[in-house]
């Protein structure tokens, strides 16, 4: 009696799912070799010759050759002639060496004819700050500084620093990202008035990145109290906007926000997507749904990119009809929807265990002419999971893997129990199995559940099987309930929680 609402389930899906797409050729691809060389030989068409790049990347690869005198000695007897393309194709293969690489360019800047373009340079200082070898980094830009003159090309450019406010940044030295500034803003050689916001825009946009916001705001607010005729672009504002808000520090983008409409900075369209996200995110629905009457009012038309959020906000408190509303505006004001705006909907419906709202968004989804994709599947075989539809789970991962979208650890997991659950036990072994076939590690809760079911049916070869498989991995042998003080998981899940709660009541 239970099993056919199942079947009514997957007739009713499987044209959305099945029919309507074509298989993927080729689901699996076999990967490279690991024992492959990892040293590419250039193409007869590159604009140097493969026998040097040969030449040089067996002396990189040779142990008894060090950086220095070893290898620059070595590079002479070669008779090489160093370009830039030819240089740039080493930088590329051998980024993990960063100390051969300067030795390399320091040998190439010491050769007859070699002159350096703009793209090498780059990618010398990428090479050194990427590893921290700044000192080396400033050495090189320093003594370029002095080579710069006249009508040839200028190597050292905003480009370059913004390359070291972008390292210093990810190595957590936002003092020296700033102190780079400081000494590049008065090099009238490099800097000039345009330029220079631009590169100030390019220091505030490292530093909030990699979320050192605070600073970046207090080295904004001593620059404006230094010079009050400064006056900031509105990519500055939006980039410290953003910052604060993938920071979650909500309360800080709002102040920011009134400080723009304080000093009659003309909000962007950049400005009023970040807000929208910004209110969504602190389940603020209404709010966000202003910013789009405000944004329409300074004559700013409102795109899929700043509806989605609130699609998905509204969709993910179960608000379905307001969220349909809003995607009849797209068809009013001939705004495409896009696959986000239709997995939103999948999601909030999913959520829900909806199966009837699931069916319709996926129908709707495909004869907009949009295909389902890994996400769309993955939040609709976890549905099915918690709902125990198993034939239709079973059905949703065979299309997944058909279609070459790969099931990540949850969703097999989620499978591999109900499974168990359904006594489906040699299904179960062989998701088990091919979860370790495709690089993922199952478990130890699962492993246990499958193993202590097994042993229960007499399944003792199988079960040994498994034992196999899970000793061939690494793995942990705690349970869930074992990792950590319960306590403690409880009151750090309380407390995202009550910042939410503390935010929406602020609305």
Same mark, same amino acid.
């Given at each position: 009696?239970?099993?056919?609402?199942?079947?009514?389930?997957?007739?009713?899906?499987?044209?959305?799912?099945?029919?309507?797409?074509?298989?993927?050729?080729?689901?699996?691809? *076999?990967?490279?070799?690991?024992?492959?060389?990892?040293?590419? !030989?250039?193409?007869?068409?590159?604009?140097?010759?493969?026998?040097?790049?040969?030449? !040089?990347?067996?002396?990189?690869? #040779?142990?008894?050759?060090?950086?220095?005198?070893?290898?620059?000695?070595?590079?002479?007897?070669?008779?090489?002639?160093?370009?830039?393309?030819?240089?740039?194709?080493?930088?590329?293969?051998?980024?993990?060496?960063?100390?051969?690489?300067?030795?390399?360019?320091?040998?190439?800047?010491?050769?007859?004819?070699?002159?350096?373009?703009?793209?090498?340079?780059?990618?010398?200082?990428?090479?050194?700050?990427?590893?921290?070898?700044?000192?080396?980094?400033?050495?090189?830009?320093? #003594?370029? !500084?002095?080579?710069?003159?006249?009508?040839?090309?200028?190597?050292?450019?905003?480009?370059?620093?913004?390359?070291?406010?972008?390292?210093?940044?990810?190595?957590?030295?936002?003092?020296?990202? !700033?102190?780079?500034?400081?000494?590049?803003?008065?090099?009238?050689?490099?800097?000039?008035?345009?330029?220079?916001?631009?590169?100030?825009?390019?220091?505030?946009?490292?530093?909030?990145?990699?979320?050192?916001?605070?600073?970046?705001?207090?080295?904004?607010?001593?620059?404006?109290?230094?010079?009050?005729?400064?006056?900031?672009?509105?990519?500055?504002?939006?980039?410290?906007?953003?910052?604060?808000?993938?920071?979650?520090?909500?309360?800080?983008?709002?102040?920011?926000?009134?400080?723009?409409?304080?000093?009659?900075?003309?909000?962007?369209?950049?400005?009023?997507?970040?807000?929208?996200?910004?209110?969504?995110?602190?389940?603020?629905?209404?709010?966000?749904?202003?910013?789009?009457?405000?944004?329409?009012?300074?004559?700013?038309?409102?795109?899929?990119?700043?509806?989605?959020? *609130?699609?998905?906000?509204?969709?993910?408190?179960?608000?379905?009809?307001?969220?349909?509303?809003?995607?009849?505006?797209?068809?009013?004001?001939?705004?495409?929807?896009?696959?986000?705006?239709?997995?939103? =909907?999948?999601?909030?419906?999913?959520?829900?265990?909806?199966?009837?709202?699931?069916?319709?968004?996926?129908? #709707?989804?495909?004869?907009?002419?949009?295909?389902?994709?890994?996400?769309?599947?993955?939040?609709?075989?976890?549905?099915?999971?918690?709902?125990?539809?198993?034939?239709?789970?079973?059905?949703?991962?065979?299309?997944?893997?058909?279609?070459?979208?790969?099931?990540?650890?949850?969703?097999?997991? /989620?499978?591999?129990?109900?499974?168990?659950?359904?006594?489906?036990?040699?299904?179960?072994?062989?998701?088990?199995?091919?979860?370790?076939?495709?690089?993922?590690?199952?478990?130890?809760?699962?492993?246990?559940?499958?193993?202590?079911?097994?042993?229960?049916?007499?399944?003792?070869? /199988?079960?040994?099987?498994?034992?196999?498989?899970?000793?061939?991995?690494?793995?942990?042998?705690? =349970?869930?309930?074992?990792?950590?003080?319960?306590?403690?998981?409880?009151?750090?899940?309380?407390?995202?929680?009550?910042?939410?709660?503390?935010?929406?009541?602020?609305?």
């Amino acid at each position: 009696m239970h099993l056919q609402k199942p079947h009514r389930i997957l007739f009713s899906l499987r044209p959305f799912l099945s029919s309507t797409l074509k298989p993927n050729p080729n689901p699996n691809p *076999i990967p490279s070799s690991p024992f492959s060389s990892s040293s590419s !030989i250039p193409t007869p068409n590159s604009n140097f010759s493969p026998n040097d790049f040969s030449l !040089i990347s067996n002396l990189f690869t #040779n142990p008894s050759i060090s950086p220095g005198s070893s290898l620059h000695t070595q590079l002479t007897l070669t008779g090489i002639k160093p370009t830039s393309p030819l240089l740039c194709a080493v930088f590329d293969d051998f980024a993990s060496s960063p100390k051969l690489l300067h030795s390399l360019y320091l040998w190439a800047e010491n050769q007859p004819g070699f002159k350096p373009d703009s793209t090498l340079f780059g990618s010398v200082i990428k090479s050194l700050t990427n590893n921290r070898e700044f000192h080396s980094a400033w050495s090189i830009v320093l #003594n370029q !500084i002095d080579r710069d003159h006249g009508d040839d090309e200028k190597l050292v450019n905003i480009g370059t620093f913004a390359i070291m406010f972008q390292r210093y940044a990810r190595a957590g030295m936002p003092k020296e990202a !700033i102190r780079t500034f400081e000494f590049v803003k008065d090099k009238k050689s490099i800097m000039n008035s345009v330029s220079e916001m631009r590169f100030f825009e390019k220091l505030v946009s490292a530093l909030c990145s990699d979320g050192y916001c605070t600073e970046a705001s207090e080295y904004f607010l001593r620059t404006k109290e230094t010079d009050p005729g400064w006056v900031p672009s509105v990519r500055v504002y939006n980039v410290m906007l953003n910052g604060w808000f993938r920071a979650r520090k909500f309360k800080h983008a709002e102040r920011l926000w009134e400080e723009m409409k304080n000093e009659n900075v003309r909000p962007s369209a950049v400005t009023y997507d970040t807000l929208v996200k910004l209110y969504c995110q602190m389940g603020c629905v209404e709010k966000a749904l202003k910013m789009i009457g405000e944004m329409t009012k300074e004559g700013i038309e409102p795109n899929t990119t700043v509806y989605n959020p *609130i699609i998905d906000a509204l969709a993910g408190a179960g608000r379905f009809e307001e969220a349909l509303g809003i995607m009849e505006r797209f068809h009013v004001l001939q705004i495409g929807s896009d696959l986000s705006t239709y997995n939103s =909907l999948v999601k909030g419906f999913c959520k829900a265990r909806d199966l009837e709202g699931v069916k319709k968004i996926l129908k #709707n989804m495909i004869e907009s002419g949009h295909d389902p994709d890994r996400l769309t599947y993955h939040l609709v075989l976890k549905m099915l999971c918690l709902e125990e539809k198993l034939e239709l789970a079973v059905q949703v991962s065979k299309q997944m893997r058909h279609k070459g979208h790969g099931m990540n650890l949850a969703t097999s997991t /989620m499978l591999t129990h109900l499974l168990c659950k359904m006594n489906k036990l040699e299904d179960a072994f062989a998701e088990f199995e091919d979860m370790i076939r495709r690089g993922l590690i199952p478990q130890y809760l699962t492993f246990q559940k499958l193993n202590v079911e097994l042993m229960k049916q007499g399944m003792t070869e /199988m079960a040994q099987k498994l034992c196999q498989l899970m000793s061939s991995v690494p793995h942990s042998t705690n =349970l869930p309930s074992t990792y950590g003080e319960v306590r403690d998981d409880a009151n750090a899940r309380k407390k995202p929680i009550n910042q939410k709660a503390k935010a929406c009541s602020d609305c």
